[in-house]
């Protein structure tokens, strides 16, 4: 959250209150990933930059390709105008985002080997990276669910040291989450994202 409105969070509580409100109720008819998208517009609207990385990562947890969010600002041309959508450009070039370097491909989903499975700890959950994604896996029995690292709230990238027990805890905002269900327990009104996932050969596979 920004410097500006942390500060009118704190002087104008009330006002604040209704518009945050208002906006939660105007999109709760969308799903999570267009509202992400039409953020990911208004910032570039805006040309906030740190807005602009926080919802194209959002849009990417919720389930939006690099192509969909290109599509979504060249969409918004009559509104946005040409230098804006070039400056969101240069921004998500610069970003070091993988699927937005220049010679990235498209990929379509797809299985991909994330361990193997005699590495994952009985009732234990373990963080780890696969093929530019991190993520929780937490095993209980044949039991095993894979989720995305980032806090559902402000797609924080939440560590390990964050997991206490069975909850793991935004260090940002303190939204927490019952490793074993994703289920938010504490603060936030939605789960974090997980993947489907299978075994095979030995191995733990996740779809994305």
């Given amino acids: 959250m920004s410097d500006a409105l942390s500060y009118l969070l704190r002087v104008r509580p009330q006002a604040m209150g209704h518009y945050f409100r208002f906006l ?17 517009i208004t910032k570039v609207h805006a040309q906030t930059e740190r807005g602009l990385l926080q919802y194209v990562k959002r849009a990417r947890a919720e389930g939006a390709s690099a192509a969909e969010i290109l599509d979504a600002l060249l969409m ?30 498209e990929h379509a989903p797809a299985w991909h080997r994330v361990t193997e499975l005699n590495a994952l700890a009985e009732g234990k959950a373990a963080r780890l990276k696969c093929e530019g994604r991190e993520l929780f896996v937490y095993r209980d029995g044949r039991k095993i669910a894979v989720y995305d690292s980032h806090c559902p ?42 993947y489907k996932c299978k075994t095979e050969d030995g191995a733990l596979l996740a779809y994305w």
Avoid: Y
């Fill in 24 to 40: 939660k109720e105007s999109g709760k008819s969308l799903d999570p990933k267009t509202r992400a998208l039409i953020s990911v």
């Fill in 76 to 105: 918004a041309f009559p509104a946005l105008g040409l230098s804006k959508i070039v400056w969101a450009v240069d921004v998500l070039l610069a970003s070091g985002m993988p699927e937005f370097a220049p010679d990235a491909p």
């Fill in 153 to 194: 709230h402000q797609n924080t990238n939440i560590p390990l040291t964050a997991l206490e027990g069975g909850a793991l805890r935004c260090p940002k905002h303190g939204w927490t989450f019952d490793i074993a269900t994703g289920a938010c327990t504490e603060k936030g009104d939605r789960p974090l994202k997980r």
